[in-house]
């Protein structure tokens, strides 16, 4: 997701406390850097920033962390923190095929939301729940994984419960039409809040793996 360049962009960028510089330092330290024990959530293609944001302010005993590649994007989010005051939420600007340089087991659960479906068959191993990323997030993820997924894209959603049961995930949840299922606690993504009003289907999906 690319947006037109907001102005200022980069003195955003640089002063915001909530975006961290130099993550890579911080491998196998996440822990020590928040000052805290508390599980850490990840999401993965945070976009604006709507859905992570929320969260960090209604859990402030877990500890978010949201990436996103492009500038464009995460200045939004950063723009939207600007006057809050969240200890628990940091961002970092970066492409998720470096994840695996950033965390060493440390994450409890990822965040897979509306993710970019990639559906051209060359691109595969793009898509972010391809086995090339599953086995990123065997060393991102502490002993007991847990991966979140929300997507509107059908293909992308049947790719991704086959990949995942294939690499040894199991269904915890699953919904063929969140906003009419008994999930609780459903926190919305801007994306997710136009295809409501659009009454737009999407699909949930919980899995573990243990190993």
């Known amino acids: 997701m690319r947006l037109r360049n907001v102005k200022n962009k980069e003195q955003i960028i640089n002063s915001s406390s909530y975006l961290i510089k130099y993550p890579k330092e911080y491998k196998g330290k996440w822990q020590i850097f928040f000052a805290n024990d508390n599980p850490i959530y990840l999401e993965i293609g945070m976009g604006k920033g709507d859905f992570i944001i929320e969260n960090a302010k209604k859990y402030p005993n877990i500890n978010f962390i949201g990436i996103e590649k492009y500038d464009s994007v995460i200045v939004r989010a950063l723009q939207k923190l600007e006057n809050e005051d969240l200890i628990n939420l940091k961002l970092i600007r970066i492409d998720a095929k470096f994840l695996d340089e950033l965390f060493f087991h ?44 929300k997507t509107d894209n059908t ?57």
Do not use: A, C
């Open 155 to 211: 293909s992308l959603f049947e790719f991704s419960l086959e990949s995942l049961t294939q690499y040894g995930y199991f269904i915890d949840k699953v919904s063929l039409d969140l906003h009419n299922s008994d999930v609780k606690d459903n926190i919305m993504t801007e994306y997710e809040k136009k295809f409501v009003e659009d009454n737009m289907k999407i699909y949930y999906l919980v899995v573990k793996k243990n190993n």
């Open 106 to 149: 440390e994450i409890d659960r990822i965040y897979l939301n509306f993710s970019d479906p990639w559906p051209k068959k060359r691109h595969t191993e793009r898509r972010l729940t391809s086995h090339t990323f599953l086995r990123k997030y065997d060393s991102v993820l502490k002993k007991e994984k847990k991966l979140y997924i």
